[in-house]
């Protein structure tokens, strides 16, 4: 039995220069700042205690956080991945402290992705108050570059006790609680955080951010368009240090009752599975073989 994780955390960026990726967090994708000083910010868009931590410096790595019930769950999980051979290192109480965790267990997937199970993270007493209103609800799912799609999903549904609530080509779509999905798992030739995720309220605030964002000159890779996987709306574009932010509405929930005759789907890797309102990815990990044999990012 694998780890129970019961839901995603927090996401940790290394990036190139903090002010840049605070104020595209902050007056572009709509987030709260909730601290920082030289070295790191930590941004919210619910009542977590935050849902981003920006660090000063690409090689200070990219992290996924996902939270366990308990710090009883965090030992369990941590006996489960050494008896099945994954090699598991504790938080030291820097590490915790700087997470604002009570408790912390680091592993990585096959393909070097760095993955944290925490347990008691703090929530925040006060309502999220955004620089911008993007209309954000909630943080809700990663995507996370894959360089052995079967092996990743393998450690995701037998060692993180994910489940598959669909799949596009070989990129799983997985659900460790009753959404859709909180990561998928895209292939591609490297480690890291493919794109970040926030719930917004409606095609109404979707379709408002589609043109703050040109405005903007933000440079909008996929959308507006709907997912036939989870049914949401969505619009994808484009952040500082190569990071994709996501605002979607309307994902599907699979229930506990769902449960019981859900079947994951295959989708073939073809425009439709990304888009049924006929939306192409600009997104080189979302390109999508044509019949002449060339790989298309998106129609003229
Ligand atoms: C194209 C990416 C990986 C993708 C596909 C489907 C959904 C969804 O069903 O909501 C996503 O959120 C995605 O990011
Ligand atoms: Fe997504």
Known sequence: MGADLHDIRYVRIGCDDLDTSVRFATDILGLELMERDGNRAYLRGDDRDHNICYTQGRESGQVTGWEVASLDALDEAAKAFEASGVTVRAGTSEERELRRVRGLIVVSDPTGNIIELVARPDACGRRYFPTRDAGILNFSHVGLHTRNPSADEAFWVRNLGGKVSDWIGDAALIRINDVHHNVALFPSTRAGIQHVNFQVESIDDIMRSFYHLQKNNVRIVFGPGRHPTS??????????????????????????????????????????????????????????????????????
């Open 231 to 300: 049914g949401a709306r969505f619009l994808y574009f484009q952040g500082p240090d190569d990071i994709v932010y996501e605002y979607s509405t309307g994902v599907r929930l699979i229930t506990a009752e769902d449960e019981k005759t859900y079947v994951p789907r295959q989708f073939p890797k073809a425009e439709s599975s990304f888009c049924m309102w006929g939306s192409v990815p600009d997104i080189p990990e979302f390109r999508v073989p044509q019949p002449n044999g060339s790989a298309v990012a998106r129609a003229a």
